[in-house]
């Protein structure tokens, strides 16, 4: 995952190809942007004080023959309650 470009600045996570579960969790309090892949937390992606404003929209972008299915409403699963 990158920000901002696909071929430039830090990369950040880790690859995945086939099934999996990816965690998103956005911290308007503190305005950071993280996520889990399979229940494994992966730090914070980004953070800026742009994301402690509203509003916001979700957005998913896939690549490919790639398909999903968004879930929430859920509770904050423990390891994004750092």
């Not at 690859?15 to 305005?31: A, E, Q, R, S, T």
């Amino acid at each position: 995952m990158r920000h901002g470009s696909n071929a430039s600045g830090g990369a950040y996570g880790k690859k995945f190809k086939k099934d999996g579960v990816l965690g998103v969790c956005l911290n308007m309090d503190k305005g950071t942007l993280s996520f889990a892949l399979d229940g494994d937390f992966m730090g914070v992606a980004y953070q800026a004080e742009a994301l402690r404003k509203g509003p916001i929209w979700p957005a998913v972008a896939l690549l490919h023959n790639a398909g999903c299915q968004v879930v929430s409403g859920k509770s904050v699963p423990s390891y994004f309650n750092r």
